[in-house]
């Protein structure tokens, strides 16, 4: 069983939807939990980052992780065409070095 | 402007002939290391290194080199390339290693 497991996409929805992305992840002693977008041609850049469970928002994305389940997710309110791009999960537990999801390709539709 | 910045953006070479890719970071970080991302594989780490003179392998070390004698620069050779090193590379750097990491914007690279 991999360590990070995501969903590779594609992913098309209109503008304006709800988008839910989500990994899952086998080492429970995971406590760090990142989002990463990247652009077409670019390097990753970090969205959000989470501590432990619960929820943190920041403007229209919500990052949620739910450590019974070992089940992260980061959501997108109100899509809009610039948040087309992949988007990678990457998680550590203490002095580790990161573990990445293979990344979903996001497309929004105008 | 904090950043890390890689060269060459974009290097077709054929095989056998060796190559440097540099990196380099302006934020006095301490951890430095390099990814290989190819399709379906997502992110792989190849060498990482906590601080200069210290480097270590990652998940995919084989067919490369690095060092580190200074803290910005952190170059990743290839004595002889070979096909299947046709990738995209990307440099990473942070703080400490269980620190988020920033990434460079990548280098394409096609070996023939």
């Known amino acids: 069983q991999k360590e990070v497991e995501q969903d590779p996409g594609p992913l098309s929805v209109p503008e304006g939807a709800i988008v839910s992305l989500n990994c899952t992840y086998s080492?429970?002693?995971?406590?760090?939990f990142m989002w990463y977008r990247q652009y077409s041609r670019k390097g990753p850049e970090l969205l959000m980052y989470?501590?432990?469970?619960g929820n943190k928002e920041d403007g229209r994305f919500t990052a949620q992780v739910d450590k019974s389940s070992k089940y992260i997710s980061l959501f997108i309110r109100d899509s809009q065409p610039s948040d087309s791009a992949t988007y990678l999960c990457a998680m550590k537990s203490g002095n580790t070095p990161l573990v990445f999801g293979k990344g979903t390709r996001l497309s929004v539709i105008a | 402007e904090a950043q890390v910045t890689q060269n060459p953006r974009y290097l077709i070479t054929v095989t056998g002939k060796k190559l440097t890719v540099t990196c380099s970071q302006n934020m006095n970080h301490e951890y430095m290391s390099w990814y290989r991302q190819d399709p379906g594989l997502g992110l792989r780490q190849i060498y990482y290194?906590?601080?200069?003179?210290?480097?270590d392998k990652g998940d995919v070390p084989e067919g490369y080199k690095v060092s580190r004698k200074e803290k910005r620069n952190f170059p990743l050779i290839l004595e002889s390339p070979s096909p299947n090193q046709t990738s995209l590379y990307f440099c990473a750097s942070s703080y400490y290693r269980s620190d988020t990491q920033y990434f460079g914007p990548g280098t394409r690279l096609t070996v023939l």
């Open positions: 989470t501590y432990s469970s």
């Open positions: 290194s906590m601080n200069v003179e210290v480097t």
């Open positions: 080492n429970s002693a995971f406590q760090y």
